[in-house]
Every structure is written in structure tokens, then in C-alpha cells.
């Protein structure tokens, strides 16, 4: 079944195609757009991430940024995951 059997002239064929290639066209200039945008701001980040770092490491390490963890400790482990009680109840019900 083509579109001329359903009644549909050709200029009604290349306004929908037209339309479609707009709406394909503009999507696709705003992701492209986004991309960018995120990458440059990606940059600006890591930037101001190295600044703070060198100034941190130039002032005596006296910041947080020191690879040593939330509470500043020195050991091997940071963190110790919590261990969920057992579930004594019904099988299949949660805590």
C-alpha cells in the first residue's frame, strides 16, 4: 500500500519527511550541543580539582584531599560494611 492509495498528495509526503528530518535534525543538534557543554564543564572541574590539590599539597596537607578517607585514618580498611541481622520471621519477609 503506497501513500498515493490512502489519498496523500506528494507535497504531503515531503512536508512529513521534511518534518521529520527538523525534528531528527534539532534532537540531534541538542545532544551534540549537550556533549560539548558537559565536556567543557568536565574540564573545568578537573582544573579546579588539580588547583586545589596543588594547593593543598603547597600549604602542608592540612585538607582532606589526602587519600586518607572520610574520618582521616591511616589504617589499611576505611570502612567495615554493616552486617544485616538475620531475619527470624516468615521465609520470604524482609527484616
Not at 51 to 79: I, T
Amino acid at each position: 500500500m503506497t501513500y498515493q492509495s490512502r489519498g496523500r498528495s506528494i507535497f504531503e509526503v515531503v512536508l512529513a519527511i521534511c518534518f521529520v528530518a527538523f525534528l531528527v535534525g534539532f534532537i540531534t543538534v541538542l545532544c551534540i550541543g549537550n556533549y560539548f557543554r558537559a565536556k567543557r564543564a568536565q574540564e573545568r572541574q578537573r582544573q579546579r580539582r588539580e588547583a586545589k590539590q596543588a594547593a593543598a599539597a603547597s600549604a602542608g596537607g592540612g585538607s582532606n584531599m589526602d587519600g586518607r578517607g572520610m574520618h582521616g585514618s591511616k589504617g589499611g580498611v576505611d570502612y567495615e560494611a554493616p552486617v544485616l541481622p538475620q531475619a527470624g520471621g516468615a521465609p520470604g519477609r524482609l527484616l
